[in-house]
């Protein structure tokens, strides 16, 4: 089976990998591409700006909550505790909540387990639930939102007899916050609604979330506890259901999916205290958005999609590949955008950072496009 690894992991640096090289999936200098270990802060020289994990996560408090597990490896993992913290963070029973080694997994356990007959996967966005539903044998098909609407979605573009549908909220890579109520309009007996709210919790109040949700039939909720705490490589997410829907997915499952550590993580993350740093952090992501959304105007041919209401930007400018490597040489990595159905060469993807690292990274552009070049034609 494919590596089910994280496409913007895979996909965020480099050109795809050598088939003829080492099989890991990022490459052969090491993560993403990158000769040895990376993170936001860029312990290899390079400033990443091209994968959304928040800079500075984890924080001490997780890591030692996460480190006083260890002495508790002996015993098989027992999920009791974190389920029942992630059901009560979004108000549900616990039977409503599906616990699994990162979002990944979920993708993998609907397109094995949700019984797909005409899947439709809403683009451009995160490219591992196409994957996952093309891997478990369905042909999967596109609805291609443009960036002449914004990238906002129309209910009517959705096929009528679709009766699996994925689209994320906020969306990766277009950072567009689709209204709840136009979501809702999806739902409707006989079709699943795979709304993956992965950057969520990076948005101010959450909302238009559906998370919590109990009155749309056949909706499926995805969670993710990578980007805001920093825990890619620990695999932790979880996704809310209808009972009978956790019970199917569950089944689908090894036993033990998630390690003792990221039991504890889940219910750590998920503690009033948690909810009040995510929050907190989801108002400075705004705050250092807005710098910039700001900086990034003072350039012609730059054009930003949005209203961008994720921790991350998409932007179009002409020769945007050679942009991307001009700004590696001067120590940025910017995500590549036409790995994104319904992209192109001349996208490209920004994380949010502090201000200090923006401008920098703007003094950056400025020695390499010229900023009162014309903007590309829509």
Known sequence: MR??????????????????????????????GLTGPTNP????????????????????????????S?????????????????????????????????????FVLIARAAGARRPVVVHPQFTEPEAALRDAGHTVGRVLLTERDGFRLDPRAVPEDADLVVVGNPTNPTSVLHPADALAQLARPGRTLVVD??????????????????????????????????????????????????????????????????????????????LAEAAGAAGEIATDRAHLLARLGEFGQIRVAGPAAGPFVLIRLPGA???????????????????????????????????????????ALAEVITRDAPAPAP
């Not at 590596?3 to 090491?30: F, K, L």
């Open 3 to 32: 590596h089910h690894g994280d496409a913007e992991v895979r996909d965020a640096h480099a050109a795809p990998a050598d088939p003829t090289g080492p099989p890991h999936p990022d490459g052969p200098t090491g993560p993403n």
């Open 41 to 68: 802060a860029g312990r290899t020289g390079l400033t990443d700006l091209a994968v959304n994990v928040r800079a500075g996560t984890p924080p001490a408090w997780l890591k030692e909550r996460i480190a006083a």
């Open 70 to 106: 260890l002495d508790g490896l002996a015993a098989y993992p027992d999920d009791r505790v974190a389920r029942a913290a992630v059901a009560g963070r979004h108000g549900l029973p616990a039977e409503r909540v599906l616990l699994t080694s990162g979002a990944a997994e979920a």
């Open 197 to 274: 709210e992965a950057f969520m919790d990076a948005v101010p109040g959450e909302r238009e979330a559906l998370a919590g949700r109990t009155d749309l039939p056949g909706l499926i909720v995805l969670r993710s506890l990578t980007k805001t705490w920093g825990l890619a490589g620990l695999r932790i997410g979880y996704l809310l259901a209808a009972p009978d829907t956790v019970a199917t997915l569950q089944r689908a499952q090894p036993l033990w999916p998630v390690s003792s550590p990221a039991l504890i993580a889940a219910e750590a993350c998920s503690a009033p205290r948690a």
């Open 321 to 363: 590949m050679d942009v991307r490597a001009a700004l590696r040489t001067r120590g940025f990595a910017v995500r590549r955008g036409d790995t994104f159905p319904g992209l192109g060469p001349d996208w490209l993807r920004l994380a949010v950072r502090d201000r200090a690292t923006t401008d920098r990274l703007m003094t």
